[in-house]
């Protein structure tokens, strides 16, 4: 079994027309998403084998937050191709990764994020599916358990949907 996290960066500033996508810094309301969620995980004793974060700009200030509340800190890349990616893109990264780990935590962007979880989970979590048919707004994560041994075993429907979490709730 894997167990993947993910997590939408939270609140950006507005885009600029002066300033490239991808540079966009957290906005307050951000940096108070981001808090909310590092206490959320640092409470719950979230451990991670690595993350995944986009280069962006807000998806790297978002893993810093979680990271910096962490007890225990952890690897993190920061692939290109994560950057605004679809689920195409997200789902072919997952299945390369190394089998000796078994929980990730992936920071990104919707639709992308959103897409993948509803593929990945299928209809296999009634409740959770509801809310993961909704937006997934800023700052909010999902977290998934895959019924599969390797990463390249990832594909529709084999995982369940356990949890979503937004800012300022508690992670069971």
Request: glycine residues 4%.
């Given at each position: 079994m894997k167990r993947l996290t993910l997590l939408r960066?939270?609140?950006?500033?507005?885009?600029?027309?002066?300033?490239?996508?991808?540079?966009?810094?957290?906005?307050?309301?951000?940096?108070?998403?981001?808090?909310?969620q590092a206490r959320a995980l640092a409470e719950a004793d979230f451990q991670v084998d690595l993350?995944?974060?986009?280069?962006a700009r807000r998806a790297r200030e978002t893993q810093e937050a979680l990271r910096a509340?962490?007890?225990?800190?952890?690897?993190?890349?920061?692939p290109e191709p994560l950057y605004l990616a679809t689920p195409t893109t997200l789902l072919a990264t997952l299945q390369d990764l190394p089998d000796a780990l078994s929980a990730v935590l992936v920071v990104g962007h919707?639709?992308?994020l959103h897409e993948?979880?509803?593929?990945?989970?299928?209809?296999?979590?009634?409740?959770?599916?509801?809310?993961?048919?909704?937006?997934?707004?800023?700052?909010?994560?999902?977290?998934?358990?895959?019924?599969?041994?390797?990463?390249?075993?990832?594909?529709p429907a084999c995982a369940r949907l356990c949890r979503v979490v937004k800012p300022g709730e508690r992670i069971a």
């Open positions: 960066h939270a609140d950006a500033i507005a885009a600029r027309l002066d300033q490239a996508d991808a540079e966009r810094p957290l906005s307050a309301r951000g940096r108070s998403e981001a808090s909310a993350v995944l974060c986009s280069p509340a962490s007890a225990r800190p952890w690897p993190a890349r920061f919707n639709p992308g993948l979880a509803r593929t990945l989970a299928g209809s296999t979590a009634p409740e959770a599916a509801v809310r993961a048919s909704q937006v997934l707004s800023t700052g909010t994560l999902m977290r998934l358990r895959c019924d599969v041994a390797r990463w390249s075993e990832l594909a």
